[in-house]
């Protein structure tokens, strides 16, 4: 049975940080949506508000699967990097991070000290920005 398995899932995708997002996104609210029912029992609001819940819950349970069981891994790799950098940007709080004009390269430099000049580690350019 494992050996099945193994063999169905070779050349897949498989799960990622994304895939862990999705599917803890899709508890919480499933969990809201049950709690909301419970409290909100037959009441108009809630007959709206459910089955949108219920949709997008099992949007994004669908969507994971889709990405787990993906052929494509190119294009998985790429929306899991895109995450990560959007998760690492926003949990970090204390920098800013912009792209060097020349080389495109991205740099990190302190929040909250007004106008500096950035020195690009990797082209050595200068270029001015606000933080």
Known sequence: MGNTIRRFMYGRYGSDQLNTTLFVTA????VTNSILS????????MSIIAP?????IYGLLFYQLFRTFSRNIYRRRRENQRFLSFWRR????NH?????????????VPKNRGKINIRC?????KFIKKT
């Open 96 to 108: 800013r991070y912009f792209r060097c004009p020349q080389c495109r390269q991205t740099v990190r």
């Open 52 to 56: 949108i819940l219920s949709l997008l």
């Open 121 to 125: 580690p990797k082209c050595g350019e």
């Open 27 to 30: 508890l919480v609210l499933s």
């Open 38 to 45: 419970v409290i909100f029992y037959r009441t108009v609001a």
């Open 90 to 93: 926003l949990k970090d709080r």
